[in-house]
């Protein structure tokens, strides 16, 4: 028995990488002998494999390797070779260096079926393997576990190892060492089989490869002959005619090489002739012929030249210079040299005497200028059309005039605000001096606040003018375009404005193309950079047709064109802006007209610039709303501070009426007719004491003689006072008023003013009216109601007078508010006006509860006078009651007369200042309280004597006589006898038996 396998699958494959290997040393050890002319086709895949049966046998390897007997030699065994075409000569020595591989061969098929059932098992397994193909292969390697097909199969990890050889002891592993021999020989026996099963196909592949080698050496035999053949007839036949049709191509393209000489030439001239016409500005003529060359570039004429690989950079710099005098040229003509005409415009803004703000702009030209300045910019325009550069232009016109604009805003300030300044701070040496100008930084801010506003109208109104030359050229210039663009129909230049126009969206159009093909960047910033621009339009990636193109183009013109115009007036505005706002702490502490006169100047500048522009001006009108609204707020604190510093003084005595204020109802105000028909009030002097109402209730002896105290002589005119009255009349109806009433006046007056003078804060006036109303009505009820003028005004009481005078003026500003309503509501949209206007209807409520406290106060004093008498009453009664029975006195006690000189005092004080229907309904409330409270206080007296019903008669007379006198409304019927209860007493009383 031979000797133990190896003990892994590896082992096999070191035994067949061995074989192989010696193999190699076989093929390299070929002797020189070797003939090589017994393979057609070189090392053949027959003399590799060394087939046995290449005469065509249907015997095959597996027959040969399957039906030999184990224990026959290897000669026996061995096919026999054919002599004709392989000698045994030149294979001695591959037979000699493979026959110890072929023994161990040997003996792996003894081993082989040694553990086999038998020869007959083997014949017919091979036989069904020959049949099945791949089945049976696959079938015994079913038989070998799978673990040794894992791709990651590896004995040297634990796990691995564990799973492969389990067995610890001698015997097992004994065992496990034939079993995996075993695998190994089932796995290389099938291989073995498979092969053979395929050897037929492989050699019959190699048979028809022969074949395929003989019918090649046999084509190329075929090609040679035919050559030969070719080449005979090509020196008999067409030799000669070939000649011929040789040398009249050569004719040909010498014909050709003098055209191209002769266009050589003309290019050579044209270029020249291009640069002298470059040279010479002759924008026109360098144009027809950058067009010509284009166009020779663009048909492929030039093609292949050398020496003209530069001629479109040629063209393109010339176009460039071209475009960039045309454009210089444009600018030129369209912004002016004006520094002549600024220095006149200063010079009569400084010299202006009249404050003429109205300064109207009209885009007017004369018609002369006009004509010469259209036949300047038409060779321009239509020049930059055909290169397609005038958009870019258009731009660098509108930078252009841009920065003029803002440099003569500049140039404007830097030239008049030192003379302005001047004469706003005087004419010495130290003030010139002082100041000099400088125009940076906060240094100029501090010198433009500290022009008087006069001045900075002034500066204003230059400005305005230097303004205004610029943008009304530069309408001109918008509408010439416009009308070149258009195609100026009826002239001469028509054609040639269709023709630029068609040659620039040629242009574009192309540009577009390169800009495909090739994307190029430029820098941008200067003249030069900007009108070179490859795609003015931004048409890169559109697929447009040349008519878009066109269509596109002229709108990029027109809109160009207007865009110049609109930033000139944005920087104007820009500019106007600033001093404005240098300006802002300064605007809302000026007086009305003041602020007015620079709100009337940025008004018509705004108007003016809107008009030539064509656009509003947001930024503009934003800061001037701003500022107006702050001088507003400023104006109404000023006055909200001053009303309740004037109130807080108000000594509440009567003021005579300056005929200022009388003109200020008669003509800021609007009334009704039916006011000025009506009843004038009767003002009846009377002379004699009026008793003044204390706040504790008490009466003092006044003097009943007007009174001004010092701070209503310095706060109303003196020199007014000349021509005045005593009240102030709405129609026919005069109204006693106080000093803060007529400066409350006049602050309304200069409210509905600042209404009038800016119409856009309408709305916000009448808050302003609302609330400064509101403080006064507050304050003047603090003051005389809750007695707070005896702390703050140095009053030592409060008299009735003062509560009449009170009255009077709430009075008159409850009359006169449903006309404030009217003015003020001019100018407010309609959207707004109700809401506004019901604000000031609920003050007017205000108003009228205000004066109805008052009246009840007045009746109140009244009353407690009343009743600080009916308490003396009964004392008085008692002493009737003792009287002597022939007392002889028929005068009314002193409780009766004191009551009525009292009533008659505040009649007296009462009746000069307050309207007819304020007394009647006073002294009407008097009335009825005497009545009620005197009548149910005599009612309760024990009078039990003659004389007490004599004199009680008499008091009751008295004042029935007194009260019968006042002004009082009609008793209403319906109401019985209220109003009359001390005359029914009367009569209940006494009857008509009188006491004597």
Not at 347 to 376: A, C, F, G, P, W
Request: proline fraction near 4%; charged fraction near 25%; glycine fraction near 6%.
């Amino acid at each position: 028995m031979e000797s133990p396998r190896p003990k892994s699958l590896g082992g096999s494959g070191s035994r067949r990488n061995k074989s192989f290997s010696t193999h190699g040393r076989f093929s390299s050890r070929l002797t020189p002998e070797f003939d090589p002319s017994t393979y057609s086709a070189g090392q053949s895949l027959a003399s590799i494999l060394n087939n046995p049966h290449h005469s065509g046998s249907d015997s095959s390897w597996s027959s040969w390797i399957f039906s030999a007997d184990p224990s026959s030699s290897i000669d026996a065994a061995a096919p026999p070779a054919s002599k004709s075409l392989l000698p045994e000569a030149d294979f001695r020595a591959y037979v000699e260096s493979i026959s110890e591989p072929y023994s161990r061969f040997v003996d792996v098929q003894e081993h082989f079926f040694l553990e086999e059932d038998g020869p007959s098992t083997s014949s017919s397994s091979s036989g069904e393997m020959g049949l099945k193909g791949g089945e049976g292969l696959a079938a015994c390697l079913r038989e070998i576990p799978n673990m040794f097909f894992d791709e990651d199969f590896a004995l040297e990890r634990g796990s691995t190892f564990q799973a492969a050889c389990p067995f610890s002891t001698i015997p097992q592993n004994i065992m496990l060492q034939e079993r995996l021999t075993q695998y190994l020989d089932v796995v290389e026996v099938h291989l073995v089989k498979e092969i053979s099963a395929r050897s037929e196909s492989f050699f019959e592949a190699q048979k028809q490869l022969e074949d395929l080698n003989e019918r090649m050496l046999e084509a190329c035999q075929q090609m040679k002959e035919l050559k030969s053949t070719v080449r005979l007839l090509e020196n008999d036949l067409v030799g000669s005619a070939t000649q011929v049709h040789t040398l009249s191509r050569q004719r040909e393209n010498v014909l050709a090489l003098h055209d191209k000489l002769k266009l050589m030439t003309y290019v050579n001239q044209a270029v020249s002739a291009l640069r002298i016409l470059v040279a010479t500005a002759d924008c026109g003529g360098a144009l027809d012929v950058i067009d010509e060359l284009q166009q020779l570039l663009v048909s492929d004429e030039l093609a292949g030249m050398h020496c003209f690989r530069h001629l479109g950079d040629q063209l393109a710099a010339s176009t460039d210079s071209v475009n960039n005098m045309l454009a210089a040229d444009f600018v030129r003509i369209a912004i002016h040299n004006s520094k002549d005409l600024d220095s006149s415009v200063i010079i009569s803004s400084l010299n202006m005497k009249d404050k003429l703000y109205s300064m109207s702009v009209e885009v007017q030209v004369n018609e002369e200028e006009e004509t010469n300045l259209r036949e300047l910019l038409v060779p321009f325009v239509i020049g930059l059309l055909r290169t397609s550069k005038l958009p870019a232009v258009l731009k660098v016109y509108k930078d252009t005039l841009t920065t003029d604009v803002k440099s003569a805003i500049k140039t404007v300030v830097a030239e008049c605000l030192p003379i302005l300044l001047n004469r706003s701070s005087g004419d010495s040496p130290a003030t010139e001096k002082q100041t000099e100008i400088d125009v940076s930084g906060l240094n100029l801010a501090a010198k433009l606040r500290s022009l008087s506003p006069d001045a900075f109208v002034q500066l204003l109104v230059a400005v305005f003018k230097i303004i205004q030359t610029r943008l009304v050229r530069a309408a001109k210039i918008r509408q010439l375009v416009e009308q070149i663009v258009s195609g100026l129909q009826g002239t001469s230049a028509a054609e040639a404005v269709a023709a630029a126009f068609a040659s620039g969206a040629a242009a574009v159009a192309a540009a577009v193309a390169a800009a495909e093909a090739a994307e190029e960047v430029e820098p941008q910033g200067s003249l030069a950079q900007i009108v070179t621009d490859s795609d003015p339009l931004n048409l890169r990636g559109r697929g447009v047709q040349l008519s878009s193109i066109s269509k596109q183009f002229r709108a990029d013109v027109l809109r160009e064109n207007t865009e110049a115009l609109w930033a000139a007036c944005d920087a104007a505005h820009g500019r106007w802006v600033k001093l404005l706002g240098v300006r802002a702490p300064v605007h809302p502490k000026l007086r009305l007209q003041e602020f007015v006169s620079i709100h009337d100047v940025t008004q018509e500048f705004i108007a003016a610039t809107e008009k030539v522009g064509g656009r509003l001006g947001y930024s503009i009108r934003g800061t001037l709303q701003s500022q107006s609204k702050s001088f507003v707020d400023s104006q109404h604190i000023l006055r909200i501070t001053k009303i309740t510093a004037v109130l807080d003084q108000e000594t509440w005595v009567a003021v005579d009426i300056p005929d200022e204020f009388q003109e200020i109802v008669d003509k800021v105000f609007i009334f009704d007719d039916s006011l000025e028909n009506g009843e004038a009030e009767s003002h009846s002097e009377a002379n004699g004491e009026c008793q003044p109402v204390e706040n504790g209730g008490s009466i003092a002896p006044h003097d009943e003689k007007l009174e001004t105290d010092s701070s209503t002589v310095t706060t109303v005119d003196k020199k007014l006072r000349e021509k005045s009255i005593k009240t102030i009349r709405i129609g026919q109806i005069g109204y006693h008023t106080v000093n803060s009433g007529l400066i409350l006046l006049k602050m309304i007056a200069e409210y509905v003013e600042l209404s009038n003078a800016l119409p856009a804060l309408a709305a916000e006036v009448v808050h302003r009216v609302a609330e400064i109303l509101k403080v006064f009505n507050s304050r003047a009820c603090q003051l005389v109601l809750g007695a707070g003028a005896l702390q703050v005004s140095g009053l030592k009481s409060i008299t009735a007078k003062h509560l009449a005078l009170a009255s009077q003026t709430i009075t008159f500003f409850h009359v006169l508010i449903p006309e404030m309503k009217k003015v003020l509501s001019v100018f407010i949209p309609d959207p707004r006006k109700a809401l506004l206007l019901n604000e000031l209807d609920r003050i007017a409520q205000d108003y009228k509860v205000h004066r109805e406290e008052i009246h009840t106060k007045l009746v109140q004093i009244m009353k407690e006078r009343l009743q600080v008498h009916l308490r003396i009453l009964p004392q008085v009664v008692e002493g009737w009651n003792k009287a002597a029975p022939d007392d002889a006195d028929a005068q009314p006690s002193q409780f009766a007369r004191t009551l009525t000189k009292e009533v008659g005092v505040l009649h007296r004080v009462l009746s000069p200042l307050l309207l007819e229907d304020d007394l009647r309904s006073i002294f009407s409330r008097v009335v009825l309280i005497f009545h009620t409270q005197l009548t149910e206080t005599f009612s309760s007296l024990e009078v039990s004597t003659p004389q007490g019903d004599r004199r009680l008669y008499r008091d009751v007379s008295h004042i029935l006589a007194c009260i019968r006198g006042l002004p009082s409304d009609p008793i209403d019927p319906a109401q019985g006898n209220a109003g009359k209860d001390l005359d029914a007493f009367l009569a209940q009383r006494f009857g008509n038996d009188v006491p004597q």
